[in-house]
């Protein structure tokens, strides 16, 4: 089966430690990105990565950090410099942006706490 | 910065009924926009997406319309059933999400 995969389901962490979430696609998708969602609140953009080995800054990405070794994966350290970490994750993928192949396709999420 | 606004919050109707939900941007900028839906404690499943060059999509009891003139897309759904009851979000490029209106189809 295809699709976007991210781990683990539920994350619990104690204030001043780093944690990183996966994010895994199978799909070939050149694009990947990195959302949190809090109540009443719509998405916002942490990190977007368009190619392997480069990635941007979204909206929020301070307290953030990405890497994009291979065009699979693409894990989100949340780091101790983040306030307020406690969210719902979303990872997403989109195949080919800027190339009319726009639809975008998101994995479960992962849902971090900090204790 | 470009806001995405989606007015009302929560729908409930009757299950039956044909209902659009609403979905309002600020600026004209040439960019598509995409319709998703999301069930509680989920990740998003993508329902249409309207390229800039579009003004509709449709897919089974779903119409989804752009009008870049004025800032608005429209999603359609016809003939509601209880599993249409989820939240549904607009999007911007990938990059400005709507806060999602919360719609309830009362059997």
């Known amino acids: 089966d295809g699709g976007i995969t991210q781990s683990p389901k539920y994350l619990f962490r104690k204030e001043g430690q780093n944690v990183t979430l996966s994010c895994e696609q199978n799909l070939n998708h050149d694009a990947m990105y990195w959302y949190r969602q809090d109540p009443g609140q719509g998405l916002r953009l942490i990190y977007y990565?368009?190619?392997?080995?480069?990635?941007q800054k979204g909206d929020i990405a301070e307290g953030y950090s990405v890497s994009r070794e291979k065009k699979e994966s693409f894990p989100l350290t949340v780091t101790s410099a983040q306030k307020n970490p406690t969210a719902f994750y979303l990872c997403a993928s989109i195949p080919a942006p800027g190339q009319g192949i726009d639809t975008q396709y998101f994995g479960p999420g992962t849902r971090l706490t900090v204790l | 910065k470009q806001e995405v606004t989606q007015i009302p919050a929560a729908l409930s109707v009757p299950e039956g009924e044909n209902l659009v939900l609403n979905c309002s941007f600020t600026d004209s900028a040439i960019y598509n926009l995409q319709w998703f839906r999301q069930d509680p404690g989920k990740g998003l499943t993508s329902l249409l997406l309207i390229q800039s060059s579009q003004r509709e999509q449709t897919s089974g009891r779903l119409n989804a319309s752009l009008d870049k003139s004025s800032g608005r897309s429209t999603l359609y759904i016809a003939a509601s059933q209880p599993g249409d009851s989820a939240t549904y979000l607009c999007?911007?490029?990938?990059?400005?999400f709507g806060t999602g209106t919360r719609l309830t189809i009362i059997p």
């Open positions: 999007a911007r490029r990938a990059r400005t």
């Open positions: 990565s368009q190619i392997v080995n480069d990635f």
